[in-house]
């Protein structure tokens, strides 16, 4: 069965302190993996897609990675405007696109 | 700016009433979804459309229905609203290819009491 799995659930971060984040995935037959943040109360916004195994993609603070069974969302030197929830999904055939239950992250000032 | 809508950001209902979700996106995009959002248990995916007047089945289609009349609506039905059925309710697009992003709404924040 198609599964993801994030870590932490919630990670509470100084602001300039760098980590990552983990997505882990089980999945035949990958098409694409996707990292969303979320804002309170609003919807997920795109942030990248990876399709294979050693790619990476970055934008501003953040950095997406894939490996053959998980991917990292890596910040560096975080802002608090860099806190929200941070959602992993991955597609693999048909239409579906499966989410992990996201990392609340804070960071504080 | 693609945009994807959705009709009500807040709505509170009576157990028994029949609720119904509106989204509309100016995108052009074949495919539609609708997922809900609870704590713990991220987005589980309750009904898509790849097409005009077709549907299929998600993970969690019980106690929902949904119609796609025109190419840029979708719209989930709760024909008699549970309080099981309190949730964040998000719609998403994504276009005629058959990988790629979802956009999604701003949701929909549903209270049944």
């Known amino acids: 069965e198609d599964q993801v799995t994030q870590s932490p659930e919630a990670l509470r971060l100084q602001e300039g302190e760098s980590s990552s984040l983990n997505c882990s995935y089980t999945?035949?037959?990958?098409?694409?993996l996707f990292w969303y943040r979320q804002d309170p109360g609003k919807g997920p916004e795109f942030l990248f897609t990876l399709y294979s195994a050693g790619e990476e993609k970055e934008k501003e603070r953040l950095k997406a990675t894939l490996t053959k069974k998980e991917s990292f969302l890596h910040i560096t030197a975080p802002k608090p405007e860099d806190s929200a929830t941070y959602l992993c999904?991955?597609?693999?055939?048909?239409?579906?696109?499966?989410f992990g239950a996201g990392t609340r992250l804070f960071v504080k000032a | 700016d693609v945009k994807v809508t959705q009709s009500s950001r807040y709505l509170v209902k009576r157990t028994g009433e029949k609720v119904f979700l509106e989204c509309v996106q100016d995108?052009?995009?074949?495919?539609m979804f609708w997922y809900r959002q609870d704590p713990g248990l991220g987005l589980r995916l309750i009904y898509f459309?790849?097409?005009?007047?077709?549907?299929e089945k998600g993970d969690i289609p019980e106690g929902y229905s949904v119609s796609r009349e025109k190419k840029e609506r979708f719209s989930l039905i709760l024909e008699s609203a549970s309080t099981n059925q309190t949730s964040m309710y998000l719609c998403?697009?994504?276009?005629?290819?058959?990988?790629?992003?979802?956009?999604f709404g701003e949701g929909s924040r549903l209270t049944v009491l």
């Open positions: 995108m052009d995009h074949e495919n």
């Open positions: 999945v035949s037959g990958l098409r694409g």
């Open positions: 998403a697009s994504r276009g005629a290819q058959n990988t790629g992003e979802l956009f």
């Open positions: 459309s790849y097409d005009v007047k077709m549907k």
């Open positions: 999904a991955v597609q693999a055939g048909g239409f579906k696109t499966i």
